[in-house]
């Protein structure tokens, strides 16, 4: 058996980092999320593969459409 999974967060989401231990200082970030989860979507696409996703509350709190379309795609398989 094969599982592939994807830890959904950000790069500043290290919360063992003086400057980034707060959800308050996130938005000062640049966020890579849409762009990196949309490599994710292609390669599964292009592989014909599934895989599981784990987000941060905070990623579905603040992107949910990263959420809709994991679930588009989730539906579609």
């Known amino acids: 058996m094969n599982i592939l ?7 500043f989401h290290l ?3 003086k400057s980034t ?5 996130w ?3 640049e966020s ?3 762009s990196n989860m949309e490599r994710i979507y292609k390669i599964l696409d292009n ?5 599981t996703f ?4 905070w990623v579905a709190k603040t992107y949910p459409e990263i959420i809709r379309k994991i679930i588009e ?4 398989s």
């Open 5 to 11: 999974t994807f830890d959904v967060e950000d790069w």
């Open 15 to 17: 919360l063992d980092h």
């Open 21 to 25: 231990k707060s959800e308050k200082v």
């Open 27 to 29: 938005l000062n970030y």
């Open 32 to 34: 890579r999320i849409h």
């Open 47 to 51: 592989t014909n593969q599934k895989a």
């Open 54 to 57: 784990f987000c941060l509350g």
């Open 73 to 76: 795609i989730g539906r579609a």
